[in-house]
């Protein structure tokens, strides 16, 4: 079934398979093994002859639903998935690279993608080259010094910075490299980094695409043949997702299209409001024509994300005192979920970091970052304007 529509397609596309019973929900399949008594046809599915499934490690018809459906939003020749957004990434990277290997990315990746760039690729002899995330300049001229592999992530955590996808990919493609997207911040709705050049995308589909803070997960989607590696590599690491998780995210993913359109329209709402107010020193946001990447971004985002971050004139002793004010906002790590999420990177993101870290990375100490949820807009307005009086 190839549906036209992402609307469509977030609803019908992946579960097909599933409900030949007649039912109209994906059932969750929670069984370890699947059984067959003839030795022949257990062979084939075995042997990947035959489609079916063997063992839950490897393949599940729960998660294969999950797997489809991220495939069809995504345009993806492939996709296969994890158990979080971090086993995407890391079995991605170790799937894929091999000693002797040159990564270019950009300093504003996730956190945790940080540390495998900067603490676990070097120790098995891969060098990495970490560049100004917005200087596509400097990116291209480290690609020209050799590179494997190109590791995007657009817009970042939490500065909102954007990157030129189509511009690094045909500088990657020139090198040979391959280029690996995380669109996590974006999701499917907004951006689509195949159609501009890229050959791999990654989701925490923890955040949007479950979009209810109740199940973790991770995506893959991209050409066959890569994908394949990296399914194979995660078959045997063990970092799959499991069913129940497959499920949530499944259910979630059904709305995906309506809250991304509310939250895209609220985040913009928000970001006005705050780049108006006294209090506010700075606001960032893709959506905001200040921003310094916007034309970047509305060439290559259908909508500017419900992701947003601001910074407090008073810096950290003021978000100290203004964040529990907040009513409509859980102070939490999370992201992309229905409710409105809020923190500062210096107990989030960026927690590992000294002050001085973050502020070579232009995160400022009063900076909240504001993950927009699908509640009435007047009200994260209002609830704003309370907070900051
Ligand atoms: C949260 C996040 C991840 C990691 O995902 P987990 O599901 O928490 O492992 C990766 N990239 C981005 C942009 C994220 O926001």
Redesign the pocket.
């Given at each position: 079934m190839k549906i036209s529509s992402l609307a469509t397609d977030a609803v019908w596309a992946g579960e097909e398979d599933l409900l030949l019973t007649g039912a109209t929900t994906v059932p969750i399949s929670l069984g370890v093994a699947h059984g067959y008594p003839d030795v022949e046809a257990w062979q084939a599915v075995a042997l990947g002859r035959a489609p079916g499934y063997i063992y839950a490690r490897n393949t599940n018809p729960t998660v294969e639903a999950f797997e489809r459906k991220i495939q069809a939003l995504e345009r993806a020749g492939d996709a296969t998935s994890f158990s979080?957004?971090?086993a995407a990434?890391s079995n991605t990277l170790f799937a894929l690279l091999k000693p002797g290997d040159r990564v270019v990315s950009a300093k504003d990746t996730?956190g945790?993608?940080n540390q495998i760039f900067l603490s676990t690729l070097p120790r098995w002899g891969v060098q990495v080259a970490l560049c100004d995330t917005t200087s596509p300049e400097e990116i291209e001229a480290e690609i020209g010094r050799g590179c494997a592999l190109l590791y995007l992530?657009t817009p970042t955590?939490p500065t909102l910075k954007v990157q030129p996808v189509a511009r690094l990919a045909e500088a990657a493609r020139r090198a040979g490299a391959l280029v690996v997207v995380?669109n996590?911040?974006a999701t499917p709705i907004n951006q689509h980094p195949l159609a501009l050049g890229a050959d791999l995308v990654i989701h925490?589909a923890?955040?949007y695409l479950g979009g209810h803070a109740d199940a973790?997960g991770?995506a893959l989607c991209g050409r066959a043949e890569l994908v394949r590696a990296v399914f194979h590599h995660r078959e045997i690491n063990g970092a799959s997702l499991d069913p129940m998780s497959a499920y949530l995210l499944l259910r979630g993913m059904k709305t995906l299209s309506l809250r991304i359109e509310r939250q895209n329209a609220s985040a913009m709402t928000v970001a006005r409001f705050l780049a108006r107010h006294p209090r506010v020193a700075q606001v960032n946001y893709p959506g905001l024509e200040s921003h310094p990447q916007h034309e970047i971004a509305a060439e290559q985002m259908d909508g500017f994300g419900g992701m947003l971050s601001f910074a407090l004139k008073g810096g950290f002793d003021e978000v100290k005192h203004v964040l529990p004010k907040f009513r409509l906002m859980h102070r939490a790590a999370n992201?992309g979920a229905v409710e409105t999420v809020g923190g500062p990177p210096a107990t989030t993101s960026h927690v590992e970091c000294s002050p001085e870290e973050r502020a070579a990375m232009g995160i400022p100490e009063g900076l909240i970052r504001y993950s927009v949820g699908i509640e009435a807009v007047d009200d994260l307005v209002a609830d704003l304007a309370q907070a900051l009086e």
């Open positions: 979080t957004g971090m990434i996730y945790g993608t992530e955590n995380d996590t911040f925490s923890t955040k973790m991770g992201l």
